[in-house]
Every structure is written in structure tokens, then in C-alpha cells.
């Protein structure tokens, strides 16, 4: 199995993990974390896994896809009632194209940062990892930190967010964040309009780019998501070791400040 590790941040968690499976039906699960059953939601780890089909039968033959994990920092009602959506909307004509949710909740629903590092556990394996926070980094991320460091070093592509500070916290550097005390993270920011970041946005040279949602869209800042989702549909045009590099380089030779999802992919 291909694996890429994915990663935004922002106020909210989100963990998106791609996938090579042998299956193009659409399905749907939950799992829980190793030691815990279904039933205990307070400690374990949920997993939403839908995949985008046209012609959902098991008799198809097996065909490769392409499935991106998700950990989002809203509550499940939240997930799905506004960013499930948006997955749906994104892979959209994509047959291939699925999501998994691995965000942890507890017993009412709620995100539940204590089964973080349980979900970034749970997602080693997968091509691709989507983290939709960010954070001030000091020794209480320490493990947080290093459970993602041991996604990218077992083969993963990580893509995170830029992350918001609160409306009570500073807005800090992304120097001064965890998704940059982790090489090799591909951090994707949001634009409001052309040039103009997101308010209150973490910001620094360590981003790779910063897109802005469609008009259409309500929720404003999933440039992150975008460009994961993009990721997923393009996937198979290159080697999972490419990938990085590709990233690299085009944050080198573009002219543009903010390089769109064209020029990328």
C-alpha cells in the first residue's frame, strides 16, 4: 500500500489520510481504536468511510482507489452537516475518489483532543493524511508532534492547514506552530480574495500556498481541503515518492505569491 500523510490545520482538526484499496463501492464504517469497542465513544476513534461511486455494485471488478482519512476538530454533527458535504462536492464526477473520517468524539458527540494521538496512530498506513488544525507548539505537543513525524517517516504525505488563531489567542508565525516542527509537512493556507489571507490566519514563508474557496461555499476557509481533494483526483498521475518533490518545487519556480491548484496540479 502507497502511502501520503495530509495535513491542515486551523481552530479545527482536520486528518485526511489517502489510500490505495481494491474496492469501488460505496461503504460506510466505524472502527474503533485498538482495545475499545464501538460503543465507547468517549475513547474511541470513529471511522466514516465513504467512497464515491457511480455504479455501486459488488460485481464490479476490483479497480484501484484512491480514499483521503479525515480528522476534523468540529463535533460529528458539525462534520457532517458542513465539511462532508464539501468532500462530496469536491469528488464530485470522481468514481475513484472516497474519504474515511478518523476524527475521535465523545460519548455527546463532541471532538475529543484526548484521543488525538489515537487517531494519528490509527491512520499510519495510508498514502495520504489530511490535519485540518494548527497550533501554538510547546512541551505538551511534543508527542503530537512526534506521532506525525513518525507518519512522514513511515512513507506518508502530510498537507495541514495553516491554522486561525482564536479570537482570545495571538496570531503567531508558523514558525512558532506545530505543523512546522515536523519536516516536510505541505501546509496550505486560505485566501478571502486575491492576495488577501484569511483573518487572522497563521502565516509564514513555510507555506506552500494559500487558495480560496468558491463562492458558492459557505464555510471560506478549506483552501487546505481543496487542495487535498485535488490531490486525490491527480494521485495516480505520479509515483508517491514524487509527490514532495513536485510540491517543492513548484513553491520555487512559481512567480506567483500563491500558486493556484492549476499551477499545481
Known sequence: MKTILIMMLSSGLCLFT????????????????????????SSAVNVTSTTVSSTPTKTQPPSQQ??????????????????????????????????QNFTPYNDSGEFDPKNLESALVAVKGYAVIYLGWNQASNKNTVSIESKIQDLLDNGSLVIARTGVAGSDSQVLPLSKTIMTKVADVVIVGDLVEKERLYPRTFFGPEMMTAIQAPKSEDIKNIGALM???????????????????????????SRKLWPSLNDVF
Open 18 to 41: 489517502i489510500q490505495i484499496l481494491a474496492d469501488d463501492v460505496i461503504t460506510t464504517t466505524t472502527l474503533p481504536t485498538a482495545g475499545v469497542t464501538e460503543s465507547t465513544a
Open 66 to 99: 484512491v480514499r483521503v482519512a479525515i480528522i476534523e476538530a468540529v463535533s460529528k454533527s458539525d462534520f457532517e452537516s458542513k465539511f462532508e458535504p464539501i468532500w462530496k462536492r469536491q469528488f464530485d464526477g470522481c468514481s475513484k475518489c472516497g474519504y
Open 227 to 253: 487542495f487535498t481533494a485535488k490531490l486525490v483526483q491527480k494521485y495516480k498521475n505520479k509515483e508517491a515518492t514524487q509527490w514532495l518533490a513536485h510540491f517543492k518545487s513548484i513553491k520555487v519556480k
